[in-house]
């Protein structure tokens, strides 16, 4: 049985930093890109980052781009997201995905359920 789950969201002040986990099982994770998403309230959900099943290649976002940063542990099966210097339009349901490479979500094949990232003074 395919299984992402994602933990490390919660409540930050502007400013603050957060790191997301992505736990996955029943699937060959060295192989998938592993990709995170976000969908903010009213809006379409959207690519953030990914990185290839060897850890070798990551892709960003440009609102994102030298603020978080995406890497993988294929021995744990654990994809993290470093996410520094938040701000109040990164408040979003945070998704992990494993597919087959970017950021359109076309691509992606399994999903995990999502964690919420509130950003707020």
């Known amino acids: 049985q395919v299984q992402l789950v994602e933990s490390g969201g919660g409540l930050v002040q502007p400013g603050g930093s957060l790191r997301l986990s992505c736990a996955a099982s029943g699937f060959p994770f060295d192989y998938y890109f592993i990709g995170w998403f976000r969908q903010a309230p009213g809006k379409e959900r959207e690519g953030v980052s990914s990185i290839s099943g060897s850890g070798g290649s990551a892709l960003y976002a440009d609102s994102v781009k030298g603020r978080f940063t995406i890497s993988r542990d294929n021995a744990k099966k654990t994809v993290f997201l470093q996410m520094n210097s938040l701000n109040t339009e990164d408040t979003a349901v945070y998704y992990c995905?494993?597919?087959?490479?970017?950021?359109?979500?076309?691509?992606?094949?399994?999903w995990g359920q999502g964690t919420q990232v509130t950003v707020s003074s």
């Open positions: 995905a494993a597919g087959y490479y970017g950021l359109n979500e076309a691509t992606y094949e399994y």
